[in-house]
């Protein structure tokens, strides 16, 4: 719990209600556009190996990349029209 006091952390949880917590948590994360989150895991796993340079570089590059997919297209099509997203994973 001092994490998040300190900052560390945006949650923390006691052990006989952490997996509760992490379900839901994967089922908000599950909600969200693969490809958004394909891009996201794809920068996470770039950026423990390359510089800082390297990986604002990147993540500009998959932004496009998210943002010009049907997904990112539907998702602002989505926010403009107050509705929920219909993401298709492409």
């Not at 794809?42 to 510089?51: I, Q």
């Amino acid at each position: 719990m001092e994490a998040v006091q300190y900052g560390l952390a945006n949650h923390a949880y006691p052990e006989e209600q952490l997996l509760v917590h992490a379900y839901k948590l994967a089922g908000k994360i599950a909600k969200k556009s693969p490809v958004s989150i394909g891009a996201a895991i794809k920068l996470l796993n770039y950026s423990k190996h390359e510089s800082f340079y390297k990986g604002v570089k990147e993540e500009a590059k998959l932004f496009g990349d998210v943002f010009l997919s049907e997904d990112g297209q539907e998702g602002i099509k989505a926010f403009l029209e107050k509705r929920s997203p219909d993401f298709k994973g492409r």
